[in-house]
Every structure is written in C-alpha cells, then in structure tokens.
C-alpha cells in the first residue's frame, strides 16, 4: 500500500500548472491541515510502503505547518521505505529540511524544470538555476541523500541543444534520479489563455531520443517512459502506480484507489473543510482492470511478466489481446522478452497509439 497526500498552496502559479492548487494563505494551511487529520482517520491504514507528498508545492509552508503536516503521519512510518517531499528550490531552507529528517522523509524531489533562467521567468518560477545545486547541497547536508530532480523539454523558444546541455550538467550533480518531462499546454493554464504553444512534435520527439541518451550514458537507468534513475534508486512510490498496487489519496484533489475503486477528492476547499471528501468514485470491473494494467505496465521498462498477468487474472495476456500484440511486434513498437511483454525503444514514443489498439483488442 502507499499514500499519496495532495499539497495544493503554491507562493505562485506556474504558466503551465493544471493541477488544483491555490495561493498560500496561514489560515487555509491550518484549516487544511485539520481536515486532512479529519480523512485520515476515515481509513485503517497499515503496511504502507511509501508516501509522497506533491501538489502544489509542500516546500511553500512553514516549518511549523510542515512539522504539524508530517507529524499526522508518523504512526505509519512502521514500514515504508520511501517518504517523498517535493520541493522548489526557492522556498526551501535548512530549517524546512531538518523538519522533514526529523520525521522520516528521505527522498526530495525538487523542481528546477530548466536552467534557463529567461524560461523560468516565462514558466513563473521564482527561482534562478545558481540557486539549484546549493539547495542539492545542502539537502544533503541534513542526511537526506536520495535527491530527484524535475526537467522540462518541448518548452517555447527552448533549442534541442540547450536541453543536452542543461542535461549534460545535471548529470554531474550528486542527485540519484531525473525526470523528463514534455510541455503540454493545459486547458486551463496560463499558457493556454495566452496561447502561448509547445515546440512540435518532431523537435520533442529529438528532445526525448537526445534526453534518453545523455541520461543513460551518465549512470541514469531508464526504468519508465519518463524516469531515470541511478541503480537502486528507482522511484518506490511511481513503481507502485506502474505496478498497479492500491493506493489511498488524501487532501483536496487527490485521486486513490483502494479495493478496485478509484476515487477522486473534491477541488473545492469549503467542501474539503467541511468533510465532504470524495467527488467521484468508479468500481473497475475485471475488464477495466486487465486493460489497465496493461496501460501502466507497459510504461516500465522491463513491461509486463506474462506470468504475473496470468497470477492476477487466471488469463494469458498472449490470447486476449493477440491482434495488438502481433500488430504492434509486427510494427517494431513492442516485443516479448524473457517472459516479458515490453515496448521497444521506439514504442516507448508510440505508447498512446500501442494503447489505442489493446482498447479495441479487448
């Protein structure tokens, strides 16, 4: 089991943000803070693997609001392995981070996006790329030594040789784990109502090829379509998405799924406070969850074990979906190795349309 707790206060709002979130605000972050101690305790929640805490940006509380925060969840630390705080550079200081050793989070993930610091500006990010590997450093001067960093590629004006470069540095930063990520223009962003669009596809798709490269080439183990991550320091908590385990959302905006029931938590604040947790929530019968674990399995490296598939669904994967899988072998985009459905390096760019067809094949 993992958790997955939605942080949704961010200092600013960045230019192509579509998650739920809203402006920091003392009085909120308490009546938050309360509510989710409030939903917690709606669950029985044991054996947890993992936890991560996103939105949003957790790093813009305060220290007593982040100390309060993971305090609700340090009777579940028993036996998780991986404890996630994202981060920005820019609100981030030794006083934060011996609150987050102090209860247990041994990983950050910090969003740095790009080291350009006129695309920053665009993207509304608030701080500069000096200021990147000072916080790296001193994260590791308090003991947390699993470091992940966020990059961005396809963003306006940005050149192909820009993102190798900016690549070619990070690489050499004592960080553990990168990943990529391609601009898309949300509806509701910043970007979309300025119109402002994303380099096309074939400038991204090079962006991408070039990004596997220098990643894999520097120590960084591809694991996923989009993660990267030095030997033994794959994502626990992203692996448990990808390996289809159940996990529990918790705050405003947070999507779970326990018992074959995904659920998604109201965006509305006033609702949230008031208890009114849950907006939607659909059982996935057996159909939808053998779809679905193909549709996250395959965006692992090493894909599907045929075997597990037979374990979980007492059903060969090989002979429900026959026609998209000799279809797409046939096209180069997916092979069977050693016991595993996987995509090719090239089908790793072609998941949605490989995807369209075991849709139609089931």
């Not at 590997?133 to 004006?157: C, F, K, R, T």
Request: hydrophobic share 35%; charged share 25%; proline share 2%.
């Amino acid at each position: 089991m993992h958790i997955y707790v939605h942080v949704p206060f961010c200092d600013s709002i960045c230019s192509y943000c579509d998650f739920f979130r809203v402006k920091t605000t003392p009085q909120l972050i308490d009546k938050y803070i309360e509510a989710l101690r409030k939903e917690i305790n709606l669950y029985d929640i044991k054996n947890i693997k993992t936890i991560y805490f996103g939105g949003g940006t957790p790093s813009a509380l305060s220290v007593n609001q982040i100390d309060e925060l993971l305090s609700l969840f340090d009777g579940y630390l028993d036996n998780v392995e991986e404890y996630t705080f994202e981060a920005n550079p820019e609100n981030l200081d030794i006083e934060k981070l011996r609150i987050l050793k102090k209860h247990g989070v041994n990983r950050i993930s910090l969003g740095v996006q790009t080291l350009n610091d006129k695309l920053l500006v665009l993207l509304n990010r608030k701080h500069r790329s000096e200021d990147v590997l000072g916080i790296i450093n001193l994260i590791h001067s308090v003991g947390i030594h699993n470091i992940s960093i966020d990059m961005m590629y396809a963003l306006p004006y940005q050149s192909v040789e820009e993102f190798k470069d900016h690549l070619a540095t990070i690489v050499n930063w004592p960080i553990t784990h990168v990943s990529i990520y391609s601009l898309t223009i949300e509806e509701h962003s910043e970007f979309a109502r300025k119109h402002i669009d994303a380099l096309d596809n074939e400038l991204e798709g090079i962006m991408y090829e070039e990004g596997v490269r220098i990643l894999e080439e520097n120590g960084f183990i591809r694991y996923e379509v989009a993660n990267f991550g030095r030997e033994n320091y794959h994502s626990r908590h992203n692996l448990g998405y990808w390996n289809y385990d159940p996990y529990y959302g918790l705050g405003p905006g947070a999507v779970g799924f326990i018992d074959n029931v995904r659920y998604e938590n109201t965006h509305n604040l006033v609702d949230y406070f008031d208890g009114k947790y849950r907006i939607e929530e659909e059982y996935t019968d057996l159909k939808e969850q053998m779809f679905e674990y193909i549709m996250v399995g395959l965006r692992k490296c090493e894909g599907i074990s045929l075997q597990s598939y037979y374990d979980k669904f007492n059903v060969h994967l090989d002979e429900v979906y026959k026609d998209a899988i000799r279809k797409n072998i046939n096209k180069g985009w997916l092979e069977i190795n050693n016991g595993n459905l996987r995509a090719t390096k090239d089908g790793m760019q072609f998941l949605h349309t490989v995807l369209i067809d075991f849709m139609s094949d089931d």
